[in-house]
């Protein structure tokens, strides 16, 4: 069946008289919150972890690469398991394993059993946050969306600059002689109030004639994104093996063979995971383009720029958390000024300008990190993290309007879907290479003293290549429309559309 026959069932607007939704508001908002703030709080422990469990670099690579690898790959069939079973039922499914899976991280005996865990919350995620949006649609009539949505961006903003303080004053508390382990444990209470309150107030939903799940599509994108990343992690430490090339050229072999699949059951039975359609429309294939390259760039610059502080300029964890609020900051006021104001006027150039401020940001860093060496202090990085965070700012906000404005409306669920997921699977491979841009430079003993200044070196590397990530957006930008936010006949409305590969939801009593 196709997804055109599922967009024309329409469904009747929810009531609004029922006050519960409001409380199930706050519980797929807090569960969001939880996500975004896990992604964050990780790498602000990284150094603690390392240092205390004794991790590898590629296990610490692991840690945030594997939890955003199983996040991208379960996504969009997370979207079509809510479809299929109710999003209500999957969602507390998804909150009730991410928070067993946070346990067995905060308990972990070994970094072995805590890349594991990660894993683990990471394909929790992908069933929980699949479904925010979606109960959001299904239980607010569309009057009152843009409140909501409204209010779901102040929720991403805080989860931006709250991830890595909490992290920090988590780590640096010591909770009854914790360590790093109670920024995992603290999901614990917030998850179990979620899962009681959740099972109460959200109503349930299914769409009409739910898709088809396409586990053989899933599993080839997570071959082809291990055969990937596996040998790019762990390569510089084994010495870059023959296997470890054999692997990655097989990789591309999988994602070949992964496009004849969904290609052969999209004409089959009309449920592939990816509908490749979608790429016929320009705006579309080179926003995807866009995200993917984006996510690289930012799983390279969070982790190397945690590593650098902590354990390069020896800083404390809370001294690095309370550096980035310049950074978190200039992200959350750009975002709102991009999306309220500048695009509207000026379209497609806000976001090519967003590529160039970053890319200054990211150069005007390189500048100071190489002049005042270990002796640079957080007052001196506000300039160059304020620039940044602008940049970024300009295009996270519009960025997702404007690559789905020219998709025609039955197929927004699983673009919206796709999009989401590229960008995780881009963050993971970013978090892959920075064994190459980072660790590349870096000798493999060092003496204490020769620490300082390699993690520098490294540092001032691994933004050079940052800063070349963004000038390859600026140039894939030209491919968006002009105007992203005015929608053309028959394309995606953002509003109207549920994300992650959702489709119009039934309310079931």
């Known amino acids: 069946m196709h997804s055109t026959d599922i967009a024309h069932a329409r469904t009747p607007e929810p009531a609004t008289g029922d006050r519960r939704r409001w409380f199930a508001l706050a519980i797929v908002m807090t569960a969001a919150f939880m996500d975004l703030v896990d992604v964050t709080i990780v790498n602000i422990a990284v150094p603690s972890i390392q240092r205390d469990e004794g991790a590898t670099f590629s296990q610490i690579q692991w840690i945030t690469a594997g939890y ?41 005996v070994n970094p072995e059993m805590l890349v594991a865990s990660r894993i683990l919350q990471g394909a929790m995620a992908a069933l929980m946050v699949p479904q925010v949006l979606s109960i959001v649609h299904a239980t607010f009539p569309a009057h009152e969306r843009g409140k909501v949505f409204g209010l779901f961006g102040a929720i991403v903003g805080l989860g931006a600059v709250s991830g890595p303080l909490l992290g920090a004053l988590l780590t640096e508390g010591n909770l009854f002689g914790l360590e790093w382990r ?79 699949y969904e290609r052969a059951k999209g004409a089959r039975d009309g449920s592939p995971l990816i509908e490749l359609s979608l790429f016929r429309v320009k705006s579309f294939a080179a926003g995807i383009a866009v995200q993917t390259v984006f996510g690289v760039g930012l799983g390279v610059f969070f982790l190397v720029w945690t590593l650098y502080m902590q354990i390069g300029l020896g800083w404390s964890a809370l001294r690095a958390g309370l550096t980035g609020v310049p950074f978190s900051v200039a992200v959350s006021v750009a975002a ?39 002796g640079i202090t957080s007052w001196q990085m506000a300039l160059p993290l304020v620039v940044m965070g602008a ?16 998709v025609p409306r039955e197929h927004a669920g699983s673009a919206s879907g796709l999009i989401n997921t590229v960008q995780q699977m881009g963050h ?15 000798d493999e003993r060092l003496a204490p003293a020769e620490v300082g200044p390699a993690f520098v070196d490294g540092f001032t590397h691994a933004l050079g290549w940052v800063a070349a990530v963004l000038g390859a957006i600026f140039l894939l930008m030209f ?7 005015q929608h053309v006949e028959g394309a995606a409305d953002a509003e109207e559309a549920p994300t992650a590969g959702e489709k119009e939801p039934e309310l079931v009593p």
């Open 479 to 485: 491919a968006l429309p002009k105007r992203p936010a």
């Open 428 to 442: 993971a491979l970013g978090l892959g290479l920075v064994s190459v841009v980072f660790f590349g430079v870096i």
């Open 68 to 108: 955003a690898l199983a996040f991208a790959a379960g996504l969009v069939t997370g979207g079509r398991l809510g479809d299929i079973h109710g999003r209500k039922r999957v969602f507390l499914v998804g909150i009730g394993g991410f928070t067993v899976a946070s346990a067995l991280c905060g308990l972990a």
């Open 182 to 260: 109670p920024i995992f444990l603290i999901n614990l209470p917030v998850g179990v109030a979620a899962l009681v309150l959740g099972s109460r107030f959200i109503t349930e939903s299914k769409a009409p004639r739910a898709l088809k799940l396409d586990l053989p599509g899933v599993a080839l994108v997570t071959l082809a994104l291990l055969m990937l990343l596996y040998p790019l992690t762990r390569g510089r430490e084994l010495g870059w093996p023959v296997w470890g090339y054999v692997s990655m050229a097989g990789a591309l072999v999988v994602f070949a063979a992964l496009v004849a």
């Open 391 to 406: 940049g970024m700012g300009l295009i996270v906000a519009p960025l997702t309007d404007a690559v789905l404005s020219e």
């Open 336 to 374: 709102g000024m991009s999306v309220q104001q500048l695009v509207p006027r000026f379209g497609r150039k806000v976001l090519q300008a967003g590529a160039l401020v970053m890319a200054a940001g990211v150069l005007i860093y390189l500048a100071e990190a190489e002049r005042y060496g270990l």
